[in-house]
């Protein structure tokens, strides 16, 4: 086959199209439902699942349901749980790992040291935003704290 | 020496036509699932991974021309050459491929491709764009050629493997004929591979013969009654492909910083993914070995709930489905 420069380039952009093609015809047919949470129950199975050791204690779900907050049963860990499309995102967060936590009323700004999942918003009852931020606060890292929250998955 | 065809380059038509046909079946049929955004990560690090290979390519092919006259032997272009150097080529595969997923410095470049939580054909093309960086060719591509095989028919051989794998990254086949999972990589046993159940983990590295794995010790089925749950232990937060294909080595690099002495630095570079000097880590060793163990206590609790106080009580207990080490 023709290997030129020229030949590269149209295989790249017809590539380029195709890939293009593709995702508009995914959106366009559909067949996928995106996760809601509403009531701990889902994230907390997600979270038992996803981390060998982990139960599930308390929770809480976000004001718009993409999120939740769920206490190991001795409060050890928080599991943080994301609703992404159809599918979750699990994290264990240990004492030290929530690298900065902002607050606005009943909304939480989780920072964390994790590249690609640098900060979560979630927006709690105002009932819930006490309680809850208090406990997160518990993980927030202290001046002078060594962590390395990047990295694999984390022993309990 | 003979003119080869390129057969991914070939092949594309067909991955872009069953990737539509596997699209529109599994709307008809729910037996698979497509979101936008991950199948556009998807598609983008193949489109990325075709572009680095035009870039990064050379550094391959330039190691293969300098040890090529170092080849023992002259083997040609015979048919049973070609036979000979895919058998080859996939037994190397399947320990380039288990190297992959227990050297965090290859694992980095080798996790991109399980980065989805989805399991369908353009989950195949979700491929890293820094391989050549790794050097892992120097190490398992390098082996044909010094036994003499010609780097084209190596080449050749290799991308036939890799469009192999191509269709078996799919939940639309359930199982095939018991001589074809016997004997193959199939859509059942890459199921596996993918999964993050700590039954799963670190299982069936085959590219096309599965018989590898059976033989070394890393082969387990698929069981009715434990469903694959797809992506890695710690699933991304992020679609953007370039996060995508960097994240792992950022993590090294932040680790490697934070080392204190040198045995520190090489386990974080080269041990097994999750390693760390406390053990406050999880590899997949680790996990499979907590989740045996807690697999075990659950059968005792079991077993104490069946018959308290009966000598037969455990023996009515089905033990769960163990690895096969």
Redesign the interface.
Known sequence: ?DDSPLT?LI??GV??L??SA??V???L????QDVRFEDPSLPSRRLE??V??FHAGEGVVSADGLAALVMERGEARLGLV?A????C???VVRPGEIARLDADGARFHIHF?????PRVTIDLDDDAAQGWGDRMRRFVRQPGQQT?G??????S | MPELPDPILIAIPFFVALIVAEMIYARMTGKAEFEPKDTAASLAMGLGNTVSGVLLGFIALTWFVYIERFAIFDIGWAWWAFVLCFVLDDFLYYWSHRFAHTVRWWWADHVIHHSSQHYNLSTALRQPWLSPLTFKFIFFGSWLVLLGFPIAMVAFCGALNLVYQFWIHTETVRRLPAPVEWLFNTPSHHRVHHATNPLYLDRNYAGVFIIWDRMFGTFQSELDEEKCRYGIVKNLGTHNPVKICLHEWVGIVKDVASARSLREVIGYWLGPPGWSPDGSRETSHTIKRRWAEEQAARRGEAAQEIAPGTASGPATVQPAATPAE
Do not use: P
């Open positions: 086959m590269i295989v790249l590539s380029a195709a890939v593709l995702i015809l995914n959106r047919i559909g067949g996928w699942e996803d060998v050791g994301l992404r499309a159809n599918r995102v699990t994290r040291n994790d590249f690609t999942l390395s990047e990295g694999h998955a984390r022993a």
